[in-house]
């Protein structure tokens, strides 16, 4: 097995430079890498057998040098390095991509002043700082975990292309001016992606129902005029929730039928 070397800052960690790090691994299965969290030295930057992530103002793939800090136009890190394992199209997909990429090049501030919220704290997941600690602490005791995200991060990535571009050729119909997507699948993963995408998007999604034997009617991108609590009571109907936004049928009935329901929650 090929070993080669991987540095990035030390002190605190952040998603930044473990995701990108995560990618390397998952993307070079065949290598064992060193990860050293520290400063590089000229030398580690003019060598293109060492990996210097999120750190040393040099931003020369040629070199394997990945970092932004030296130039506000750039990307993060993460960003960069898909690029270079041509990854992006998959990954950059994902609905939380511009957000991290622009809390680490911004800071938390800004984005919280852009949001029009007063602090990013809640956003916090524990989950997520409890793991980067541990690679701050000790790379090595993250390493099979970070290959292993960074493998189902890529498979993620490439079956939420796959979904989008389902939904993007699903029927689509018009129900007193109210745009209907259908979906003969019980996963609706990639169909809030596609629609937004849309100037003017489907408002009413329908699927087969995940969890039973029906199908699943529900609003899309918090869309006004449809409120499928007023199918509560009918007969074809398991289950209206009361805020509205979606209802599931007892069985698999003819389309027609199910629209027809779709008609009636319209206001």
Known sequence: M???????????AHFDEFLAISLILARHEDTHFFIER??????????????????????????KNFDHHQDLNLPASFVLITEYLELKEALSCFPWW???????????????????????????????????????????SMYQQMRFFGKNLIGAGYR????????ENCEQLLIKNKKIIIGY????????????????????????DGRGEGWS?????????????????HNQIKFA???GFIAKTKNRIPLNEVLSLVEKAII
């Open 98 to 140: 511009s957000f991290k990429d622009n809390i680490d090049r911004r800071g938390g501030y800004k984005m919280a002043k852009e949001l029009g919220v007063d602090s990013l704290d809640p956003l916090t997941s524990p989950v997520e700082n409890f793991f980067i600690d541990l690679f701050a602490e000790n790379p090595i």
């Open 217 to 233: 009617l529900s609003t899309l991108l918090d869309a006004d005029g449809v409120d499928f609590s007023r199918l509560q009571g």
């Open 38 to 63: 520290r400063e590089p030295t000229q030398y580690e930057l003019d060598d293109p057998g060492i990996w210097v992530i999120d750190i040393g103002e040099r931003y020369e793939p040629a070199l």
């Open 185 to 208: 699948t019980d996963d609706t993963d990639g169909s809030v992606q596609f629609c937004e995408t849309m100037s003017d998007p489907p408002v009413v999604r329908v699927n087969y």
């Open 241 to 243: 929730h009361k805020n």
């Open 160 to 167: 939420l292309k796959e979904q989008i571009a389902f939904w």
């Open 2 to 12: 090929k070993t080669e070397k991987i540095i990035t800052h030390n002190g605190y």
